[in-house]
């Protein structure tokens, strides 16, 4: 990959529709979703071929496989009994090792996002103190030095990786609902967060305009009362310049470690608030292809784009936004500054 701001694509917009618009994508992302029967392992066969058959498609565009591993959320995140249950755990860290195992095995460099909002579930639960919460993980061989506590898991989670997959990059996803930036990234470094190889900022898993609506769909419902769109002037609040600030107070926390913005939602800016499903109103895309060097500032090497939901805009509802938007990026791209090239990152270059 090139040494500069990298733009990405979630595999919701398809590989055919990617390549009529001609979008070259640096990245191309994928769940792999749940533990046991019907799991992601058995999406394919042999099991666990998912993950060969997602990294091809990704080769073939040129473009760097990216895993969002949420197993977790198998029994219900908030729930951390199951954490701590022989049966579930035994499962899990098996899923865990065969998703290392298939990518370590394609020789690929490949990216990997552990467990969406489970940390932001654990920190509520723990009262801050993930050392509290009881959990299996000594019980796998290569984590047999882990605490059988919440930080084992993350320190199991990376142990696995650098085991088996040693060309992967791994980064943990903090979760905002814990309290300001500080207190969450505080509570992340608790977990061991500041030891992977890069902080996942999820930017809104909706697009802004579908939480605006009078009466929201089922996927949008229950967020409050806003404002939800960010103003891209930076005057009033919510804005960009206020994001930015909060995610670079967390990567000073965890280590200065370099950033990824994942789950970028994928709307058209308007100024009527709300919309349609598929055509919900939403300015990231526009903002953060028309400010790439604001993101490099603060340390952040990639931008990953994907609608959260079946009701969020994508390539083919967009009215062409990202395609024109990311070809212009990359006829004038934002390159790293030279203190923040991570070697950590290297591979990917």
Not at 35 to 52: K, Q, Y
Not at 72 to 100: C, H, R, S
Not at 328 to 342: G, H, I, R
Request: with cysteine.
């Amino acid at each position: 990959m090139p040494s500069r701001l990298l733009v990405g694509l979630g595999a919701a917009n398809k590989v055919s529709d990617i390549t009529s618009q001609q979008i070259r994508p640096d990245i191309y992302q994928t769940y792999l979703v749940g533990v046991g029967p019907g799991a992601w392992p058995s999406w394919n066969s042999p099991d666990g071929a998912n993950v060969t058959y997602f990294s091809a498609t990704a080769k073939a565009m040129g473009a760097v496989p990216m895993f969002t591993l949420f197993q977790m959320a198998q029994p219900g995140e908030a729930d951390m009994i199951e954490v701590n249950d022989v049966a579930f755990m035994t499962t899990y860290w098996a899923q865990t090792k065969l998703m290392y195992q298939k990518i370590g095995a394609t020789g690929q460099p490949a990216l990997v996002n552990l467990e969406p909002d489970f940390w932001g579930f654990l920190q509520g639960k723990s009262g801050g103190d993930p050392t509290t919460v009881p959990a299996r993980v000594s019980m796998v061989t290569e984590c047999a030095g882990q605490p059988d506590t919440a930080v084992g898991i993350a320190g199991c989670l990376l142990t696995l990786g650098r085991t088996y997959a040693p060309k992967a990059k791994l980064g943990f996803p903090p979760s905002f609902w814990g309290g300001d930036a500080t207190t969450v990234a505080n509570f992340m470094a608790k977990v061991g967060a500041d030891k992977a190889d890069f902080i996942v900022a999820q930017t809104s898993d909706r697009d802004a305009g579908c939480f605006e609506m009078a009466s929201p769909v089922a996927q949008c419902a229950g967020r409050g009362n806003g404002p939800f769109y960010l103003d891209e002037n930076n005057v009033t609040t919510p804005n960009y310049s206020q994001e930015l600030a909060k995610w670079s107070t967390v990567r000073s926390i965890l280590g200065n470690l370099p950033i990824l913005f994942w789950q970028t939602p994928m709307g058209v800016p308007s100024a009527t608030p709300g919309g349609t499903p598929g055509h919900y109103r939403d300015n990231h895309v526009h903002y953060m292809l028309t400010h790439p060097t604001q993101y490099t500032a603060i340390g952040v090497f990639a931008i990953e784009f994907s609608p959260g939901s079946s009701v969020s805009a994508d390539i083919t509802t967009d009215g062409g936004q990202f395609a024109r938007l990311s070809q212009a990026y990359l006829a004038n791209p934002a390159p790293f500054p030279t203190e923040d090239v991570d070697p950590a990152l290297d591979d990917l270059r």
